[in-house]
């Protein structure tokens, strides 16, 4: 026999009906008895959410769908208005509707992953990246409530359903393309180190790095925000070496678009004095100056099989667990030109 809501309510020293209260997040609740009650629920081992479904075991017909911390910015980001569409597209017609959920740290996004599941508010959840040792993963995981990540899982990736690309190959095959341009001095501009998706397209840039036999720097690689402003700082670092690149792997279209700017600011043109290639091809990526080659993700089709997988798994709670991988493919646009073409400028 479970532990109950009575159980819970003499351990917290409080009534059965505010142990109930809390479980579905009224705002009545002052926050000093909400911390109190959940922290008697867990030493207690009370999963709320089940019992409550149990009660309940009605469908909410919605799906949430987390954003990466500060969203504001992630949002400036054509990747994400382009997964959306494809969730959107496979909810609508399956008559679901999307509740998104952001925060500013990651504490306020966990905060808003656990209301949506105390509170009954959503059947399932897609996550809109995945993070090294993410608390939110983890809570999803000791809650049994269905969820898909669009990434790659950072550990039990066998138990985790989730729809990515090969990023690791995308990144060899992206750097190989400049080294066959005749580059030898190339460098890496990423997004944070706690983004599987980053690390994944670094390890294939220095795949391909050590197999062609070239000199993989430290200095070559520059870690900042997938955004203008961090972009900028990089470059400024990177042109400032002594053997500073002639090629760059950039992890993000967005940030490459920075990155050419700032180029510009030093004098430095793409693709003459500098080669260019990116990841994501977001729309802006075709009408930027010199348009950008890059690796195409089908982005939409992350969206949509994402929301097919997730509803799949609202529906059959034993559906076992799937890896779907998107293929890719490069754009070859002007960012990037045979390296004796641009040295004779």
Excluded: W
């Amino acid at each position: 026999m479970g532990v109950t809501i009575k159980q819970v309510a003499k351990a917290a020293g409080v009534a059965p009906s505010t142990v109930s209260r809390v479980i579905a997040d009224h705002p009545r609740i002052s926050a000093a008895t909400k911390k109190r009650v959940k922290k008697a629920m867990k030493e207690m081992g009370y999963h709320p959410n089940a019992n409550a479904r149990n009660l309940a075991n009605r469908s909410t017909q919605s799906i949430g769908v987390v954003m990466p911390t500060s969203a504001d910015k992630a949002l400036q980001n054509p990747f994400f208005p382009e997964v959306l569409r494809g969730i959107s597209a496979v909810a609508h017609h399956l008559d679901y509707s999307l509740l998104l959920s952001t925060g500013e740290t990651d504490e306020e996004v966990q905060e808003g992953v656990e209301r949506m599941v105390y509170s009954n508010r959503v059947d399932g959840i897609i996550l809109l990246y995945s993070q090294i040792d993410d608390p939110v993963v983890n809570f999803l995981l000791e809650q049994d409530f269905p969820f898909v990540v669009v990434g790659k899982p950072s550990e039990r990736v066998d138990e985790i359903t989730h729809v990515d690309n090969d990023n690791v190959k995308a990144g060899k095959d992206i750097t190989s393309h400049l080294i066959s341009l005749g580059h030898e001095n190339i460098g890496f501009i990423g997004g944070s180190k706690d983004r599987v998706v980053t690390v994944d397209r670094m390890q294939g840039y220095e795949l391909a790095i050590k197999e062609a036999g070239l000199p993989f720097l430290e200095d070559y690689r520059i870690h900042t925000e997938f955004l203008k402003s961090g972009g900028r700082q990089a470059v400024h670092e990177l042109f400032s070496l002594p053997n500073p690149p002639t090629g760059l792997v950039i992890a993000d279209d967005l940030m490459s678009i920075g990155v050419v700017n700032m180029l510009e600011e030093f004098g430095k043109r793409v693709p003459q004095d500098v080669s260019i290639v990116s990841f994501n091809n977001v729309y802006l990526s075709e009408v930027t100056r010199p348009p950008l080659t890059t690796v195409d993700i089908h982005i939409y089709q992350l969206g949509s099989q994402a929301a097919k997988c997730l509803i799949e798994k609202v529906k059959d709670r034993l559906e076992p667990a799937k890896r779907i991988i998107i293929p890719y493919d490069i754009k070859h646009r002007a960012s990037a030109t045979e390296k004796e073409a641009s040295s004779k400028v």
